[in-house]
């Protein structure tokens, strides 16, 4: 039945979905798919050839159904070629070798593409500096930033954000990992409270 050949590959994007490795490209599922969108395209074209008048419930419900058939099949094929462009990608971003192994999984386009865009990554590193890490995980690392009372006046200092003005009684978000951040608590005049939420003091 029209729109079921669409099934397997849908069921294949959705087991692969949440892994980073490559599964065996469905050569054959994404033909039958591709087939089913000539037949279709073929008895939507045979409609138009007959003159049939699109006001007819009958017709344009015909016209309607094949659409969306289409339709479907198109975005199935969209999300199965995207989500392995990406996993693609992501294996030419981490400068991973392609084994073997993951090489005979790929369809020849499949391997065209990441030889391609491997080549794309090494002009765009060789033009900027290597502070500039593609590979680097786009994540902020957890409780980067912490909430702290200022227990003693302290005055204008300056930190890793900048110059801030700690006053007696006031909380600032500074920089866990600052240096001076931490030998202010050492000494007694910050005290981290963690809530992220308090009163920020700007950096002047």
Not at 29 to 46: A, F, P
Not at 91 to 120: C, G, M, N, V
Not at 172 to 200: C, F, H, Q, W
């Amino acid at each position: 039945m029209f729109g079921e050949t669409a099934v397997p590959l849908i069921d294949t994007a959705k087991r692969t979905r949440k892994t980073q490795s490559v599964s065996l490209y469905e050569g054959e599922k994404v033909r039958e798919i591709l087939d089913e969108i000539s037949i279709l395209q073929e008895h939507l074209e045979s409609l138009n050839d007959q003159g049939l008048d699109s006001i007819n419930s009958s017709d344009y419900e015909s016209k309607l159904l094949i659409q969306l058939v289409q339709n479907h099949d198109l975005k199935v094929l969209k999300l199965y070629h995207s989500q392995r462009s990406e996993k693609i990608k992501f294996i030419a971003i981490q400068e991973l070798p392609l084994s073997q192994e993951t090489r005979l999984k790929l369809s020849e386009r499949e391997r065209i593409f990441h030889s391609k865009y491997s080549d794309l990554l090494r002009k765009y590193k060789c033009e900027y500096p290597p502070s500039l890490n593609l590979s680097a995980t786009l994540v902020p690392p957890k409780e980067a930033l912490t909430a702290v009372r200022v227990l003693n006046d302290i005055g204008d200092l300056m930190t890793q954000n900048g110059y801030v003005e700690f006053r007696k009684g006031t909380q600032a978000i500074v920089r866990k990992a600052d240096p001076t951040i931490e030998k202010l608590i050492k000494l007694g005049y910050l005290k981290i409270v963690g809530n992220k939420e308090s009163t920020i003091i700007n950096p002047l």
